[in-house]
């Protein structure tokens, strides 16, 4: 089946679906939804579409076209609301990270859209860099051993505010929500506990929440620290695991591999991968027409969703998540 797909914000991010689209046999653009005119004449050049498919309003693009799917790719306080439309009108979601910026509101998504059996997946691209899919590889292949224990870093400045701006936990939600959606990838479990401490220092251009440290402990007893920022004046960062059967960092040219008792360290070739939108976009069309749940599926996505959320409660609460509790908890039920 060819999935028909109406495209809600279609400049920045939201022009990458438009760009592949149409070399595409299994989609087909049938409206675009933008409040900026300047960007919808844009994605016309992209997708060939006419005026008469332009619209506004979300609701207004559904009344007037036949579709399958709302790729939703707005800024992220948005996505709740228009997520809940959508599946309303019965239509599968593609939606852009963070799913939503409250476990509630992507809970109740994922349930109301379980019920009309519609499929939600959202865009965490970033695991699929092929040095993340390498590192995963090797954990899961087991010749190394199971992760013990690792370090996650990233420094950076960004002067743009972009739609954190005034959020109380900016690079968690901006950045975080990759980061730790990477983690967990690598790591192959689920997340036990974690602690957090959200920070903002002076310079920073943001409300609040400008970086942010923290660990992750996982089921297996692994554990990960995590120290994140964008705003730092000099840039660099890591991502390092220990290993029984060595440590392993990615580099430029390879997954770079010290084995116990060694002073040399081995460089292990990237896996060859295909560019990580696409791999989203193969696996949404893969969910909708044969069932198969991709990682990414909007099910799946809670866990990462309720990581980036949990490290902020520990941070504003001062205290451990344990993650049982807290993905057990009544949910608000909000609509």
Request: charged share 25%; net charge negative; hydrophobic share 40%.
């Amino acid at each position: 089946m060819t999935i028909r797909t109406i495209h809600l914000g279609v400049g920045g991010r939201g022009a990458w679906p438009l760009r592949q689209i149409p070399d595409r046999n299994d989609f087909k653009a049938v409206a675009l939804v933008d409040v900026d005119d300047e960007k919808l004449a844009a994605a016309r050049e992209l997708t060939g579409l006419g005026d008469e498919v332009c619209f506004s309003r979300l609701d207004e693009a559904m009344d007037a076209v036949e579709a399958d799917a709302v790729v939703v790719i707005t800024p992220p306080d948005m996505h709740a609301r228009q997520c809940l439309d959508a599946v309303r009108a019965d239509k599968h979601i593609l939606v852009e990270k963070p799913f939503t910026k409250q476990l509630d509101y992507a809970q109740q998504i994922v349930d109301e859209a379980a019920q009309r059996n519609l499929k939600v997946a959202v865009c965490q691209n970033a695991r699929y860099s092929a040095k993340f899919v390498t590192m995963a590889r090797l954990v899961r292949e087991g010749s190394l051993g199971r992760p013990a224990f690792g370090l996650q870093t990233t420094f950076g400045w960004r002067a743009g505010v972009h739609h954190s701006g005034m959020d109380r936990h900016a690079y968690l939600w901006e950045r975080g929500i990759h980061d730790l959606d990477t983690m967990r990838f690598v790591f192959g479990a689920a997340p036990k506990r974690t602690w957090g401490h959200s920070f903002n220092p002076d310079w920073s251009p943001y409300r609040g929440g400008g970086g942010a440290h923290g660990w992750v402990e996982f089921e297996d007893g692994s554990t990960c620290g995590y120290m994140c920022t964008f705003v730092a004046h000099k840039g660099g960062g890591s991502f390092r695991i220990e290993l029984e059967g060595g440590s392993m960092e990615p580099t430029s040219e390879g997954i770079s591999l010290t084995r116990p008792g060694t002073k040399e360290a081995e460089l292990i070739p990237l896996d060859e991968v295909k560019e990580s939108t696409t791999i989203i976009l193969d696996g949404f069309a893969a969910y909708i027409n044969n069932d198969e749940e991709p990682e990414f599926s909007g099910r799946q996505n809670l866990t990462t969703v309720a990581m980036v959320e949990a490290m902020g409660v520990a941070s504003d609460e001062g205290r451990i998540i344990d993650f049982d509790e807290y993905l057990q908890r009544p949910a608000a039920g909000q609509s």
